[in-house]
């Protein structure tokens, strides 16, 4: 199942990869690609969220109408959401699928041979047996490869490209060398071993800078969206970049890489697409406005019109339609007593109670 999550996007980064020859940039084609497919997706979820943020106004009102009737408030609220026709959880579901593709991503990064050069597992056994021949350490003894094994086994394979040229097909030289960082290392262990170069603080540095960039994100995505920051947002707005910190310190520097591309690519596309839509929305409620002005001030001219003939040619009230008289069936004088018919009935015994 893993093998067929993880072999698309492992196509794609193979793909970039002999086009540049570097890993670093690789990720951030990556990252770029990413955007943009998903960019379809993600322009109906903008939109819906700049609909809602311009919706925060009415909305702070009906809380404060039905502050001590919540039912009725979200009635109010499902109503006004129908009624400029918003799906609310129409714009979650996709900003969470960046989320999701990191994780075969970290599969590919964590397993470059299995996944990323797409070597079988006897290949990769192999390939470790003769990398242990020519000074190889493994991470762990016997046939068993510890989970990040992989990744400094390429490592060394590229420092020792010449023992292993041609001998292993589809097997890769990944210099995983980028702007003088070793995107294999783990920030975590440089803090351990800190010194001051480059390439420790420069690692060190990637997570931090990934967090700072997540904090941004979220800053602009608010502002463009249009919405104030309530006490929940202002909670993920600190909770999102600490998890980003964090992952970006217990993995290797290359997801770290991917991770700040992801989230440079997303300030400029929130930005611009805020803008986008913004005018859009604007100009579209402008003119349903204008329409209304225009439906108002034709009503408004139709009454003066009726009034100003009403006032030249007064009219006289209409007398109500007299209901046509219901025709009464003809009697004969013995059913009758004055005006009365059927009075006596048919049964009428003139001298009924007479006195014997």
């Known amino acids: 199942m893993t093998n067929l999550i993880t072999a698309p996007f492992a196509w794609i980064m193979r793909l970039f990869f002999e086009f540049t020859g570097s890993y670093g940039l690789t990720l951030i084609l990556f990252s770029l690609v990413v955007k943009l497919v998903l960019l379809p997706f993600q322009l109906k979820s903008k939109k819906s969220m700049v609909r809602m943020g311009r919706l925060s106004g009415k909305q702070k009102e009906l809380e404060k109408k039905y502050a001590n009737n919540k039912q009725k408030y979200q009635e109010e609220l499902q109503k006004l959401y129908t009624e400029e026709g918003i799906n609310p959880m129409g714009g979650c579901l996709w900003s969470l699928l960046p989320i999701a593709i990191i994780w075969p991503l970290y599969y590919i990064v964590r397993e470059p041979m299995s996944y990323f050069m797409r070597l079988s597992a006897d290949a990769v056994t192999s390939i470790r047996e003769l990398a242990v021949t020519i000074g190889y350490s493994p991470l762990m003894s016997g046939d068993n490869l510890s989970p990040y094994e992989q990744i400094g086994l390429a490592e060394f394979v590229s420092k020792n490209w010449q023992n292993f040229e041609g001998k292993f097909d589809g097997l890769m030289n990944v210099n995983f ?59 993920m707005m600190i909770m999102m970049p600490l998890m980003s910190v964090w992952i970006g310190f217990i993995m290797p520097a290359s997801l770290g890489i991917y991770w700040i591309a992801n989230s440079a690519f997303s300030i400029i596309q929130e930005g611009t697409l805020g803008k986008y839509f913004n005018k859009k929305i604007q100009a579209e409620e402008d003119e349903r406005q204008a329409k209304r002005e225009a439906s108002r001030q034709l009503r408004m001219e139709e009454a003066k019109r009726q009034a100003a003939e009403q006032k030249e040619n007064p009219q006289k009230k209409k007398l109500p339609e007299k209901k046509p008289e219901k025709k009464q069936n003809p009697t004969n004088e013995a059913g009758r007593v004055g005006d009365r018919p059927y009075a006596r009935g048919r049964s009428y015994v003139e001298n009924r109670y007479d006195e014997k």
């Open 177 to 235: 060398n980028f702007l003088g960082l070793d995107l294999t290392a783990w920030p975590s262990n440089m803090l351990k071993d800190f010194s001051f170069s480059w390439e420790c603080i420069g690692i060190i540095a990637i997570p931090i800078v990934s967090g700072l960039l997540s904090y941004l994100l979220s800053k602009v995505t608010s502002t463009s969206n249009g919405q104030e920051a309530q006490a929940s947002m202002k909670s």
